[in-house]
């Protein structure tokens, strides 16, 4: 898996603008990785969504074993039942179902997508049930490998913001709005040097 091209320079302009976050790219190796499975990546966003990252694991293991391999057609062929004994809510197992058609019938264009900027991608992927901006933002931030992608929805995000900067929890919107100004055009990498401080396990989707 390539490193995003624009990873190291990302990392040098954060040094200079934010001693903590300075310290926090020192201190932890590895880099951003992209599965480059559309399908796969929207899925894992899907099964993630409102949950605990070991939650979402443990949910994520029954289905990828149940599933064989995370394809539409294989997903759109198990039962309602199958796909509830993984841990699946009835809301989830409809998104995941409504995901896989799109997929098949080609209503979903990753191809088109590309040629999006950050906003037009997001409001693209929110026309599908089942897929809001927190999500959207997953599959830009780790399929896509956008390198501005800042989800502040995202309660990992906003835990690490609030322990490292010494914030209230949650932070405060127009701190929030500071951080995405000061970190900008590389928010990505910000985000994922966050979440690296708060958990062992690297985050991916």
């Known amino acids: 898996m390539?490193?995003?091209k624009y990873w190291e320079q990302g990392?040098?302009?954060l040094v200079k603008?934010?001693?903590?976050?300075?310290?926090?790219?020192k201190k932890y190796p590895g880099y951003l990785k992209s599965r480059k499975d559309p399908f796969f990546s929207l899925?894992?966003?899907?099964?993630g969504q409102q949950i605990s990252v070991q939650a979402a694991n443990s949910v994520w293991k029954k289905f990828e074993a149940k599933s064989k391999k995370i394809k539409p057609e294989n997903v759109l062929?198990?039962?309602s039942r199958q796909l509830s004994s993984c841990g699946l809510s009835r809301q989830k197992i409809l998104y995941l179902k409504i995901l896989a058609k799109k997929f098949k019938t080609k209503e979903i264009n990753i191809s088109k997508l590309k040629?999006?900027?950050?906003?037009?991608?997001i409001n693209h992927l929110t026309t599908v049930k089942g897929i809001g901006k927190w999500t959207a933002e997953?599959?830009?931030f780790f399929n896509q490998l956008r390198p501005d992608i800042f989800p502040v929805q995202d309660i990992g995000l906003l835990r690490a913001i609030s322990i490292n900067y010494k914030t209230s929890y949650p932070p405060k919107k127009n701190q929030l709005n500071r951080f995405q100004k000061k970190w900008s055009p590389y928010c990505t990498v910000a985000t994922w040097y966050l979440?690296?401080?708060i958990d062992p396990v690297v985050v991916s989707y």
């Open 138 to 140: 997953m599959f830009l």
């Open 195 to 197: 979440w690296r401080s």
């Open 115 to 121: 040629k999006m900027d950050d906003h037009e991608a």
């Open 2 to 4: 390539t490193k995003p």
């Open 17 to 25: 603008k934010d001693k903590i976050l300075g310290k926090l790219i």
């Open 43 to 47: 899925c894992k966003s899907i099964v």
């Open 77 to 79: 062929k198990l039962s």
């Open 11 to 13: 990392k040098k302009y």
